[in-house]
């Protein structure tokens, strides 16, 4: 089913009919075929996907697979302050959509 609450937004389909990507057994996709087919209008991200995505970082940097950097000296048991955008990106989303075929994490959330 889709909606659209007000007449500026996108159709979609409502948060809660759509599943949370899994990130551990993640697909591999052709990620230039992915940004050629689907329009860039298309490329989104949800609340509920960044939600998502602060919970997975908060994982990774309990995991200790999001490290403090000479340039981002974060500290990992700090919640409010985490890691600069920078850092996630560099650890974390550029590897993860790399192992993925190399969308962007939009197309990677919602191919």
């Given at each position: 089913v889709l909606r659209r609450t007000r007449p500026d937004q996108f159709w979609q389909a409502p948060p809660s009919?759509?599943?949370?990507?899994?990130f551990e057994t993640l697909p591999v996709r052709d990620?230039?075929?992915?940004?050629?087919?689907v329009p860039p209008e298309s490329w989104c991200v949800t609340k509920r996907d960044?939600?998502?995505?602060?919970k997975l970082v908060k994982r990774h940097v309990a995991e200790g697979r999001i490290k403090p950097?000479?340039?981002?000296?974060?500290?990992?048991?700090?919640?409010?302050i985490g890691p600069c955008i920078?850092?996630?990106?560099?650890q974390f989303i550029r590897?993860?959509?790399h192992a993925g075929g190399d969308a962007s994490w939009a197309l990677t959330c919602h191919p």
């Amino acid at each position: 089913v889709l909606r659209r609450t007000r007449p500026d937004q996108f159709w979609q389909a409502p948060p809660s009919s759509r599943p949370v990507m899994d990130f551990e057994t993640l697909p591999v996709r052709d990620g230039l075929a992915l940004h050629r087919s689907v329009p860039p209008e298309s490329w989104c991200v949800t609340k509920r996907d960044l939600v998502e995505f602060r919970k997975l970082v908060k994982r990774h940097v309990a995991e200790g697979r999001i490290k403090p950097t000479e340039l981002d000296k974060f500290d990992p048991a700090d919640d409010r302050i985490g890691p600069c955008i920078h850092t996630v990106n560099q650890q974390f989303i550029r590897p993860l959509t790399h192992a993925g075929g190399d969308a962007s994490w939009a197309l990677t959330c919602h191919p």
